[in-house]
């Protein structure tokens, strides 16, 4: 293709389109400026709220513009994927307590709960990054010689402000992106180019009013004021981010059935329960994933795990940490069938099974 590249209100158009078309649902632009919440986010770092995740205190200084990601930069095409939670899911989520989660295992297989976003067949990192590749070389066909950059979680990026400059939606009180249509199942994703497009309204107004149900439901206490997440307090964090020690014991109960990470405080959002499903089939749930029961996840193998989910976000704590979570969870809800796995476990090499499992054989012996 030859000439002048399209327009900005033209090329903008033009990325909106193929973005919908490769299964984003979301499609905004902002100018690439510094994010407005860097004071916040450095009072979260240096109150130690980020834990164990220490990357983002070394990158701090890349966090400040985007052209720390893209030299140089202009625009921001923020983008999001949806992956929505299950109607069943939701109004579980809104009255279940810890006496009915155990008394739930003893009349069924003990199952753990795994994050509705990691229960696809992919890793969400590796399906967005292929999408964006291809968005990438739809705009190189339009503007050739321009330069792009996706990001997904992984570069030191505020994503969250640059979706509210691009108008996808506002920040709530757990301090996730809600969008009025879609809710806050959704995976957020940037394509950083050197090109000047035509930008969307920024998303000023909050929509939360006076709900606090976020709050009031996460049983560690990681929200303890709105719109502020203690990380070293989250189930999320505790079950992924957390993965080379024990859980600290005053917060493992409050756990209760979480494997791999926590939807409770999106589940329990007014604006999520009317949201829809997102519409790529490999984030949709898998059967054989979501249906494995405590005990089949405590015999699983390190090979085993290395052949079954290597490709699946359950990866990233490793075997040692999916066991330690299941051992969790089998604590907390007396699973006393798993008995026999646990026994076996309180022997693993590992010290991070072998303490978790030796931890929840003293929760089912002191009965409940």
Sequence with gaps: MSGAPPAPDEMSRAIKEQAHSLGFEL????????????????AWLARGFAGKMAYMERRWEAYTHPEHVLPPVRSVVMLGMVYGFRAE??????????ASLVND??????????????????????????????????IHT?????????????????????????????????????NKQRGSGLFLAALLTDLELE??????????????RCLDVCPTGALPEPYLL???RCISYLTIELRDQPVPEELRQGIGEWMFGCDLCQTVCPWNHKAS??????LQPDPALIGRT???????????????????????????????????????????????????????????????????LTQLARGG
């Excluded at 899911?89 to 810890?98: C, F, H, I, L, N």
């Excluded at 400059?165 to 301090?175: D, I, P, V």
């Design 27 to 42: 499609v905004g632009i902002a100018p690439a400026v510094a994010p407005e919440t860097l004071a916040h986010f450095e």
């Design 89 to 98: 899911v939701r109004a579980r989520d809104r009255t279940a307590t810890d």
């Design 105 to 138: 295992a003893r009349s069924h297989p003990a199952m753990g709960r795994i994050a509705a976003y990691a229960q696809g067949t992919v890793d969400y990192h590796n399906l967005i990054r292929e999408r964006l590749k291809q968005l990438s070389g739809a």
């Design 142 to 178: 339009l503007a050739p010689g321009s330069r792009t950059r996706g990001v997904v979680d992984t570069a030191p990026l505020l994503e969250r402000d640059f979706a509210r400059l691009a108008g996808l939606g506002w920040f709530g009180k757990n301090t996730l992106l809600i």
């Design 199 to 212: 930008t969307d309204a920024r998303h000023d107004t909050s929509h939360c009013g006076s709900c606090t």
């Design 230 to 232: 203690d990380a070293t």
């Design 277 to 282: 499903l997102g519409s790529v089939p490999e």
């Design 294 to 360: 405590l005990k089949e996840w405590l015999q699983l193998t390190p090979e085993q795990f290395t052949e079954q989910l290597k490709e699946t976000p359950l990866s990233r704590p490793g075997w040692a940490g999916i066991l330690r979570n299941a051992c969790i969870v089998a604590g907390n809800l007396k699973a006393l069938e798993v008995v026999p796995e646990l026994t076996q476990l309180a022997g693993d090499p590992d010290p991070l099974v072998r303490e978790a499992a030796c931890w929840a």
